[in-house]
């Protein structure tokens, strides 16, 4: 799974493969939290993050959620920018 994504302890991927379930989503790992956290809407799918985390990863979302949806289309990988 690829790593998308790095900034304050978070890690970001999103799994290529074609028969990858829907909806459009990516993991994140925190500690020894993981969750799974749809593109559309941020909620998590599962597993499950402190709040705080949660919080950075869905302004993380909200600033390339459309970057996000063309990774999940194209299955081309590409890096993002971590939250600053």
Known sequence: M?????????????????SEHLPPHFH???????AAIT???????EGDLPNKAL????????????ELKAIWDTQEFKSIEGLV
């Open 55 to 66: 919080m950075l990863v869905r302004e993380w979302l909200s600033l390339h959620r459309d």
């Open 2 to 18: 690829p790593v998308i994504s790095r900034f304050y302890g978070l890690i970001i991927k999103m799994y290529f493969q074609q």
């Open 39 to 45: 593109i559309d809407s941020g909620d998590i799918l």
């Open 28 to 34: 994140v790992i925190y500690a020894e939290y993981s």
